[in-house]
Each structure stands twice: as C-alpha cells, then as structure tokens.
C-alpha cells in the first residue's frame, strides 16, 4: 500500500496529540510535524507555575512518547504559506511540503502591550510569558533584579504568575481594566473573591486600570497607568491573552472568524476546515461548533489535547476511507487553576449566565461553590473555590443545558444553594 503523508502544523498540545494517534493508526503513514520552538513538544501549562518556581525543570517538563517511528520533526521551522490548490505548505526555510492531509496546530501568540513603550531599555524589560524560552529569560531577569514587577491582565496567567511572583517574595503591581477580575470565566461572586484573594496575599492590585505607557528612568522602569499614576518597577509582564497565529493564512482562502476575538480557523465538529477539503485544524488556533453551534475558541490545554485527537482521528478516516463517526458528544470545558495556593475547578462557562446560586458551602469558606444560569434557567457552568467534588456532579447537567427543576427532579443535592 502506497504511504499516505500528513503535514502538522505546530508542535504543541494540539499537534503532538495528533501525531501520537496517527503514529498508532494501521494506516501507512509518514507525518511531518513542524514547530517553531527548537525542542522537542513539552507541557506548556508549566511554564508560569513550576518551571518559573524552579520546582521542576526543562527536562522534567518534556513530553514523552515524541520519539515515534513514522513521525518526522521539523523544528525550529514555521510556516508562511498554505496552498490549498495543490495541497501544500511552504516554510520559512523555502522548502515546501505537499500532502495528503495538512493539521494546522499553529497555536497562538500573546497580545502585545497596549500602552507605549518608549526606548529599546524599556522594550527589552517588557515580557510575555507563553513558552519556555520566556520563562527562562523572565527567572534570569529576575536573578538580575530587586524584582518589582508590574502585571498588566489578571486572567489565568497574570493571576497564577501573581501568585508564584509573590511566594518568592517579589513585589507585584497586578492590574486589570475589567472591574473584576476573570468575570466572564469565574462570575462575579467567585471573581470578587479572587480580588480580595490577590490584596490578601499582598499584592498592589489595581482593576478598571490599564497601562499607557513604559520607559526608563534611571535604573527602573517607570510605569504611567491610565488614571494618572506612576509607578518604578524592574520588569513588566503582559498577560492580555492570545492571538491566534493565523496571519500567514490570510490569503490562503481559509475562512478566519471574525467578531470581537477574530482570527481562528473556522472548522465542523470533526475539525475539518470549512471549504477546504483535506485541511484540518484543532488547538488555540481553531474554533468549533459550540453547544448552540456558534464557533467556538477555547484557550485550554486539556481542549486543545482532545481537539488533535479528534482531528487525527477524522484524518485517518477520511484517508481510510471510512464515513466519521458522529462528534463526539459536546462536553462543557473544564479546567483548574490555583489563585494563591487555593484550586479553582472551573466547568462550562459564566459568560450569559443573568443569575448565580451558591452550590456550597458559604463565600469566603475553605471551600464553596457557585453555579451559573441563564435567562432561560439552564445551567451554564460552575466553579468550585478549594473543592470540585459539588462541580464535577453538576457536568451532566452543564453538558445538556439542563433547567433548575430539571437538575432538582433528578434528585441532585449538589443544587441545594441560596441564590446570589
């Protein structure tokens, strides 16, 4: 049987979990897989938590099982150019590989600071945090430093980067615009709680603020914030969110969401791209049918290790031959986060939701728990604060968009709560 070959775009969670299931297939196969990074995939979630501790290193970090007979690694190397008419990507080394199927896994790239920055001194003392190379260069700046740092965006990683910077005795200035911070993930009761969380643990945190601009004075990094105060520091981090790294497929003919976060691929629920036959995608770069069948972007590891699965998986099938299952039932997403020491375990979304109702326990306690409704009285999501045990019951309800006297006819205790 002629060998069939498969293009991955990106070494990440999405492209590395694609290459292990098309490295098990029965099918002939030779897979090339090209990723920027100079290094083998690793688990990213780190890179702000125990790697910036030093509770584990680069080694302890890397992902095993990449070492497969039949996959082909081309790192260092990105991709400029997809020719979907012959079936083609072109790299920035000029050399260009056709195939029979191409993933693209390209991942995404954080926001840039939206204030100025003036002088190549300050532009040099700005930081992302996304990959190891940035970990590695912040613990280095860090060494250097009286380390004052300044973190503009209290989402996940400003907030657990807040939460490693401070247990090593950094002083940290977190702001954020948004009047609480991670509202749209958390709700407001479990968001207010994270505010009062950061000053607890002693940060300066700043919210319906954001930075205008950064430039050097002296030895430090002076700091204007848009309500007119300053602040010397020796780093800044920005922890904005990401971008999908999409630009270069501009002019490809891949239809790109557009709206208020534009850019993702476009992809069915088996991440087939749209239009395009023998294109896929999956991971930060990809947005797929959400619950109510609006394309959705989710920026979790956990989602974009299931979405490579799911887009190898429709690959090998539609190379075999063989019709594709249905997708796979939609699951809420989930994912944890730890603000100062205390696990979050977030389910499904708050965003929508026009009510909350405590689940367990009381806010403030050691452990509590809220869910999210609709206007429509079905559940949305969930988030636990020190326990998961009450949300993890609520997934099933969550998943089906059940009703309050849905969840209460099923005899759920978990939905014995007062209303907030």
Known sequence: ????????IGGGAAGSAAAQVLHQ??????????GAENRLPYNRTTVNKGLLSGAVSAEDIAMPGMDMPGVHWRIGRTAVRLD???RSVQLDDGTSIAADAILLAPGATPRNLPGSIIGDASSNRVLSLRNLADTQRLRAMLEDTSRRVLIAGAGLIGTETAGILLAAGADVTLTDPSPLPMQNHLGQTVARWVAEAHAAAGADFRTRTAVSAVQTIGNNLQVTLDSGSQREVDLVLTAFGVTPATQWLADAGVRLQDGPRPGAIIVDGHHRVDG????YAAGDAAAAPGPNGIPVRVEHWGAALSQGRTAATTILNDLGDRPSAPPPAESPSSYSTYVHGTKLTIVGTASGSTREQLVLGEVGAPRFAVSFFDAEDRITGAVGVGGARAVNRLRPFIASGATSSQIDAAGDTAMAGTAL
């Open 84 to 86: 979907t008419a012959d």
């Open 1 to 8: 049987m002629d060998s069939k070959q498969i293009v991955i």
């Open 25 to 34: 297939s029965e099918l002939n196969l030779e897979v090339v897989v090209v």
């Open 276 to 279: 395009v036959p023998g294109v």
